[in-house]
């Protein structure tokens, strides 16, 4: 989702863009495909290093990873396997073929991990303390880019992410499956009763074309090898976030919590310190209101459909 925002930044600019994405990718199969989307596992070094040598880009995105926290305790292996070893695969393709390259690699909130409200909101030279595998692999992600930037000299950017919200994204995650289950019940499709997991814990959001901005501003005037905080600075609950998505539909629903959507453990707040990402010029732009109605239009135009 981040990668399809990031592209249409970039083509905005006018820059030639090409994507990298898995053949099994939902999220990039169409009746037409995009001749700029090359159909490539960034698990298959000997692949990926063709694309690199072929299209020699000046900046690599790599948004590439198993992204979802819930999702990493079923699929603890494979996370681990997408976001360490795919990282170290681009990263060596980028030393081997791009070394002048400018390379973001995205990092992640989840990186925090065992923190307390009084520790927030939360500076980049904090301890790190993840608690879930996807946190963990995280990590992981940001030492190699320092590492690669360190003792290779590659211009390494590291944006420390929070929960990017926008269009075109599974219903992975609490906002987006509050959305889908709401766009269903409109349509007629689903009973009026919400399944949800922990609604007290509580998330800097932030709007994906918001996030993209800032990290443009991060590779424009930051520097490499700096983690920086993409957020806002601002925290919103998951259950006030159902709440103003609920009155966004103009439905009446019945909320469950369903044990199924429950973690062995959560975060209870993840706010950012937005000081260093302020200070490079960057300022928000969209509204939390604007974002989630963004998100359940989306959601009714796509009926409830992945």
């Not at 170290?88 to 995205?106: F, G, M, N, S, T």
């Not at 074309?209 to 601002?234: C, F, Q, S, W, Y």
Request: with cysteine.
């Amino acid at each position: 989702m981040v990668g399809s925002h990031f592209a249409n930044a970039t083509r905005r600019h006018g820059w030639e863009t090409w994507g990298v994405a898995r053949f099994s990718a939902s999220s990039r199969q169409a009746a037409i495909d995009d001749p700029a989307v090359i159909r490539c596992d960034i698990m298959d070094r000997q692949h990926l290093g063709e694309v690199f040598r072929k299209i020699q880009p000046d900046l690599v995105i790599h948004m590439a990873a198993q992204a979802f926290n819930g999702l990493s305790w079923a699929m603890e292996n494979y996370t681990h396997d997408a976001n360490c070893r795919g990282t170290l695969h681009v990263l060596q393709c980028c030393k081997e073929h791009v070394p002048d390259a400018k390379v973001l690699i995205a990092c992640s909130s989840a990186e925090y991990g065992d923190v307390t409200e009084a520790d927030c909101p939360l500076k980049e030279d904090r301890l790190l303390k993840p608690i879930t595998p996807y946190g963990i692999t995280k990590v992981a992600t940001e030492c190699l880019g320092y590492q690669y930037f360190h003792n290779h000299g590659l211009k390494v950017y590291l944006p420390r992410m929070f929960i990017h919200v926008g269009t075109g994204h599974p219903p992975a995650t609490a906002i987006q499956n509050f959305a889908r289950q709401l766009a269903l019940i409109a349509k007629g499709k689903l009973e009026p009763v919400m399944k949800v997991g922990n609604l007290d814990s509580a998330r800097d959001f932030i709007d994906v074309r918001d996030g993209v901005a800032a990290m443009m501003t991060l590779l424009e005037h930051g520097k490499p090898g700096v983690p920086v905080n993409i957020g806002t600075g601002t925290a919103h609950s998951i259950r006030d976030t159902l709440n103003m998505l609920i009155k966004a539909s103009g439905l009446t629903v019945d909320v469950q919590t369903d044990p199924a959507l429950l973690r062995p453990s959560d975060e209870p707040l993840l706010l950012a310190d937005i000081s260093r990402i302020s200070g490079l010029g960057w300022k928000q732009q969209y509204t939390y209101q604007q974002t989630l109605d963004a998100v359940f239009s989306d959601w009714m135009e796509r009926g409830g459909k992945i």
